[in-house]
T-cell receptor, first 113, second 121 residues
Framework: DIVMTQSPDSLAVSLGERATINCKSS????????????LTWYQQKPGQPPKVIIY???TRESGVPDRFSGSGSGTDFTLTISSLQAEDVAVYYC?????????FGQGTRLEIK | QVHLQESGPGLVKPSETLSLSCAVS?????????WGWLRQPPGKGLQWIGS???????HYNPSLQSRVTISVDTSRNQFSLRLTSVTASDTAVYYC??????????????WGRGTLATVSS
């Protein structure tokens, strides 16, 4: 199985400041034939199911604010929130779908400082 | 708007079988998507259980494969999960969700609200 490791486990950021979450995969999730990284970021708020915010490592899902961005390739990925808003408080997960079984990172809890 | 709704007993006894269903509304389950089950133990992370195509073709997580069966009922526009020989470690919120049919689309773009299944005597 591909192991997904996120860092940090939790993060406190002031409103309006930048938040950065990292995700590392135990093997590459990049496919040469279509030049895509099979890496998705989800946001999960309390009592709700996860919601896709970034897919293919850097493509923002429709309707997601442009303060959310994804970067990275191969085994190292980053989710950045450029200016933290109160509604961004959530747990964020990365997920790989390069190889079965689909696996998720352990999650990063983002709070307001 | 497409809607997924899980249903099933909230309490299951150890060693028994957990059975859940997911009803799909306003969207044909026979469309080119996979329909999957995931779970999340209280306060913990997400685990993919398996997925099914409308043809009945399935993919399972090997860690659960010996105990899991996912089936689809196209006439009722729903799909189901059976997990046998449950233990307390199977206590979790179970989600049904949708993902695309090709590998590059195997991310979950639509989720049900989840249902808590507790294993206890």
């Amino acid at each position: 199985d591909i192991v997904m490791t996120q860092s940090p486990d939790s993060l406190a950021v002031s409103l309006g400041e930048r938040a950065t979450i990292n995700c590392k995969s135990s093997q590459s999730v990049f496919y040469n034939y279509n030049n895509k990284n099979y890496l998705t970021w989800y946001q999960q708020k309390p009592g709700q199911p996860p919601k896709v915010i970034i897919y293919w490592a850097s493509t923002r899902e429709s309707g997601v604010p442009d303060r959310f961005s994804g970067s990275g390739s191969g085994t190292d990925f980053t989710l950045t929130i450029s200016s933290l808003q109160a509604e961004d408080v959530a747990v964020y997960y990365c997920q790989q779908h390069h190889s079965s079984p689909i696996t998720f990172g352990q999650g990063t809890r983002l709070e307001i400082k | 708007q497409v809607h997924l709704q899980e249903s099933g007993p909230g309490l299951v006894k150890p060693s028994e079988t957990l059975s859940l269903s997911c009803a799909v509304s306003d969207h044909s389950i026979s469309s080119p998507y996979y329909w999957g089950w995931l779970r999340q133990p209280p306060g913990k992370g997400l685990q993919w259980i398996g997925s099914i195509f409308h043809s009945g073709y399935t993919h399972y997580n090997p860690s659960l494969q010996s105990r899991v069966t996912i089936s689809v009922d196209t006439s009722r526009n729903q799909f189901s999960l059976r997990l046998t020989s449950v233990t307390a470690s199977d206590t979790a919120v179970y989600y049904c969700a949708r993902h695309g049919d090709y590998g590059e689309y195997w991310y979950f773009d639509l989720w049900g609200r989840g249902t808590l299944a507790t294993v206890s005597s």
